[in-house]
């Protein structure tokens, strides 16, 4: 069965600090996997997208790590904002069509002062 | 630009109306979509498009209907509103852009609508 699991669902951090978000899947065969964030009332907006020859891509403060062997991938936000506070939705392409995006639950991520 | 533009960005209806959910975009993208955004889950795709006229049913499209006349519009019909369709809803467009030898999907996500059923 084609899955995408996120841990933890949710994360409270202090700004300034880092924290490193999980991302598990079963999708196969795999295209690409993507992570977007979303704020509270928005849509969804994309961080970075990389295929399975890509084991790391940067977007500013974002750093996404692509396993494609064990299949898994994080998410890692350095030195937080209070911006940052949102939904990190991890998403997993099984082929190039538009009818194979496979979306995880999210992990609410909470920046306090 | 606006991008992807969806309204109304709020409605109620009673069971058994029905509705058009509008969603417009003005990047020439080939492809659209929409999704349903249910609390505790991920984004459920219900109906996509490839092109003007060409649509295809996703995860779950029953109660929906969609048509695509032109590259702009992807409007998203519910025939007879239940309770089990109370969700957020989601436009995207998108593009295919080739990166390292393979394609990638670009997604733009609207801001919403969100329907409440009584």
């Known amino acids: 069965k084609n899955q995408v699991e996120q841990s933890p669902q949710s994360l409270i951090i202090l700004e300034g600090k880092n924290c490193t978000l999980q991302?598990?899947?079963?999708?196969?065969?795999?295209?690409?996997l993507r992570w977007y964030k979303q704020d509270t009332g928005r849509g969804p907006v994309s961080l970075t997208i990389?295929?399975?020859?890509?084991n790391t891509k940067s977007n500013g403060r974002y750093t996404a790590t692509l396993d494609a062997d064990t299949k898994q991938s994080s998410l890692h936000i350095t030195a937080s904002q209070l911006s940052d506070s949102a939904s990190y939705i991890c998403?997993?392409?099984?082929?190039?069509?538009?009818?194979?995006?496979?979306f995880g639950r999210g992990t609410q991520l909470t920046v306090w002062p | 630009n606006a991008g992807v533009t969806q309204t109304p960005k709020f409605q109620v209806l009673k069971t058994g109306q029905s509705m058009t959910l509008q969603c417009a975009q003005d990047?020439?993208?080939?492809?659209m979509s929409w999704y349903r955004q249910d609390p505790g889950m991920g984004l459920r795709l219900i109906h996509y498009?490839?092109?003007?006229?060409?649509?295809d049913q996703g995860e779950v499209p029953n109660g929906y209907n969609v048509s695509r006349s032109t590259t702009e519009d992807f409007p998203l019909r519910l025939l007879s509103a239940a309770p089990s369709q109370t969700s957020v809803y989601f436009c995207?467009?998108?593009?295919?852009?080739?990166?390292?030898?393979?394609?990638?999907?670009?997604?733009?996500f609207g801001a919403g609508t969100r329907l409440s059923v009584l």
């Open positions: 995207a467009s998108s593009y295919s852009q080739v990166d390292g030898g393979r394609a990638k999907n670009i997604q733009y």
């Open positions: 991302c598990n899947y079963t999708v196969s065969p795999f295209s690409n």
């Open positions: 990389m295929t399975f020859s890509e």
């Open positions: 998403v997993v392409d099984r082929g190039s069509t538009l009818g194979r995006l496979y």
């Open positions: 990047m020439n993208h080939e492809y």
């Open positions: 498009s490839v092109g003007a006229g060409i649509t």
